[in-house]
């Protein structure tokens, strides 16, 4: 999350608005999978989950990583340590990741889009909550509107597997070694094939500046992180429309421009974060 932070500085924006050549983007498509509540936030971070766990059912090779949940549960250990209060919120949250890895992996033999596995979704997002905003806002866990359950059997309904379906490797919600910490962590959605891909649950099929300069952002550190370079396309997934956008990283920018640019960028990640 640290990354867009960073993002969103003035002077670090001006630089990507600099460099970068906003992208065209496709005619306006129909909104497939309306809202059914205000939870927004909610629903989107447990799309992300959900997903990420189609994607492994549907291509087993897929390479994933402990989940955020998990580092999230590890923080509210750490906290409840210190304040015995926060006892039970970790008791609960333990019990919600431990019930969650069983309806995985169930999930991973059978391949059914089950309510269980959607509420499980749901909970690992609330859980994961507490890791995003370090305690700053009250969250609960456990409180569960049977809308969304809806919403998300709608959204991943219309997910064809077929454009995520990888021919040499798929990460899921990749993290960029010791570039991430640069910049105080820092994980994308997808990463597969050539492709770094952002899921967005937006009523809105735009391509907002803050979801272009993402993207670049995650290249960036891609790019600082390996030598080689593997990846040429970036790209949003509009999963309320069922839309996988891409553009190529040669239209945005030249490869020089982009040296140049790497070395400003950590540099001033170095004078943001020391």
Partial sequence: MSLLKFLKIREVQQKFKEIFRFPSFPPKKDMLVIPLTENYALVGGAFDYL???????????????KWVAETSL???????????????????????VENAKKVYQKYLKKGKITDKL??????????????????????????????????LRNLISIVSPTIFYPTRI???????????????????????DDKIIEIKVSKYLRLFRDYFYQL????????????????????????????????????????????????????????VYG
């Fill in 51 to 65: 997903l990420r766990f189609f994607i492994k059912y549907q291509y087993p090779e897929a390479i994933d990583r």
């Fill in 74 to 96: 590890e923080l509210i250990q750490s906290v409840s340590r210190k304040y015995p209060k926060y006892i039970p919120l970790y008791k609960q949250a333990r019990k919600v």
């Fill in 118 to 151: 959607l509420r499980t979704t749901i909970l690992l997002d609330q859980v994961e909550s507490y890791y995003r905003t370090r305690f700053k806002y009250p969250h609960t866990i456990g409180v569960i509107d049977n809308r969304d359950i809806t919403d």
């Fill in 170 to 192: 798929c990460r899921l919600n990749p993290i960029f070694g010791k570039a991430s910490r640069l910049v105080r962590g820092a994980d994308a959605d997808l990463l597969i």
């Fill in 216 to 271: 670049l952002g995650y290249y960036t550190l891609y790019r600082i992180a390996y030598e080689e370079n593997f990846i040429h396309q970036l790209g949003v997934y509009f999963a309320r429309h069922g839309y996988l956008y891409l553009f190529k990283i040669r239209d945005v920018v030249r490869e020089n421009e982009f040296l140049d640019f790497k070395s400003w960028f950590i540099d001033k990640a170095f004078e």
